[in-house]
């Protein structure tokens, strides 16, 4: 790697943000009473599971240019349907595979309002955001369904051994890596950043546009009931409200993270940090006893800050190449004028 592409890696945003996160675990380690416990460290992790589980699919979404809003909504539709087929008798093995199932059906159907009819993504998940929320509390009311099998809850929230480390951590790395290794070393990766810098060039390039969105879609659905699932069992509680307004964290720990609102470019590594960072925020600050209003209130923030601070950066560096850069010679003459002879001496005579 050249000296120039290594300044530019260790001076990009997500690098930025990087040094933000191990900045900041470090002062909150010192100031912040029980941060750095193992067993603070525990909740930090089952805090971060459902974010950044729903942020790797919503990464790719974004990187093609669009947006999912609805998979917190989805997120509860599963765990409101988890708890009614609890409450109906069926077996777990049964619950968790439907759940999912029915998470990428939901996102099948916002993959068809906006591949098939050419919906603007923004306005159709907002839509079924409401949808979604609302057929969960269809499903369950205002009930709460509980004692779900200790074996499956303590898969969640139990640890390795005596490490303190959560056995959650490890399904969050394998995937993490997964989705890391499609977007960045995969031909279909790199058609995800062609589609979103210009999808028609992707398309007269041969990339099926349509289909790749569609199935985005489909998988931020499933991943999203996923995460529901594993927000019942940790609880132990399934509610038509569970995951409320996460969608908001989901799209910040994103954008945090680096990937450009208007697609064409990120890096999933930066979206790991920034969900990272937004989640030991957040920790730090219930550690301080901060109310979940003011939690709203820094989410919100962040959500700007990382809408505005990566576009500032970006056209900063573009604004500084364009000053580096030596002015063009100007343009030679196509028909220049000949040179004049020399007069010759007159003598005098």
């Known amino acids: 790697m050249s000296p120039r592409r ?35 460290f525990s909740f930090l992790v089952l805090d971060l599971a459902p974010i950044a589980l729903m942020a790797l699919p919503m990464t790719l979404i974004i990187v093609t240019g669009e947006i999912d809003l609805s998979v917190a909504s989805t997120l509860g539709l599963a765990s409101a349907v988890m708890g009614a087929m609890w409450e109906g008798g069926l077996p777990i093995e049964t619950i968790i595979p439907v759940c999912v199932l029915l998470g990428a059906v939901l996102g099948a159907v916002n993959g068809t309002f906006v591949t098939v009819f050419g919906l603007p993504s923004l306005a159709v998940t907002i839509g079924t955001l409401a949808l979604y929320r609302g057929l969960a509390f269809v499903v369950l009311g205002d009930r709460a369904v509980a004692e779900f099998p200790a074996s499956y809850t303590d898969l969640v929230t139990g640890r390795i051994g005596d490490t303190g480390i959560p056995l959650l951590l490890i399904p969050l790395v394998v995937l993490g890596l997964v989705f890391a290794v499609v977007l960045h070393v995969t031909p279909f990766g790199r058609s995800l950043f062609a589609i979103g810098a210009n999808a028609e060039a992707a398309r007269f390039s041969g990339t099926r546009v349509t289909r790749v969105k569609f199935w985005l879609y489909v998988v931020s ?18 509610r038509a409200d569970n995951g409320t307004g996460l969608e908001l964290a989901v799209v910040a720990a994103v954008l945090l993270g680096g990937v450009s609102i208007f697609g064409g470019r990120g890096t999933l590594w930066g979206v790991i940090a920034g969900a ?4 030991s925020l957040q920790n ?12 709203s209130v820094v989410t919100g923030l962040l959500l700007i800050v990382s809408v505005l601070a990566p576009n500032l950066a970006s056209n900063s560096h573009a604004a500084l190449r364009r000053r580096r850069r030596p002015d063009p010679p100007p343009p030679a003459s196509p028909n220049p004028d000949p040179a004049p002879s020399p007069t010759p001496a007159v003598r005098s005579s």
Do not use: H, K, P
């Not at 991943?223 to 509680?237: D, K, P």
């Open 6 to 40: 290594l300044l530019g890696r260790l001076t990009s945003w997500d690098a930025a943000i990087i040094g933000v996160l191990i900045l900041f675990v470090i002062i909150a380690s010192f100031t912040v009473d029980n941060f750095a416990s193992s067993r603070n």
């Open 221 to 238: 659905g499933a991943v999203a009931a996923l995460a529901g699932v594993l927000w019942t069992l940790r609880y132990s509680s399934a």
């Open 276 to 279: 990272l960072l937004l989640t």
């Open 284 to 295: 730090a600050l219930r550690l301080a006893d901060v109310s979940n209003e003011a939690l």
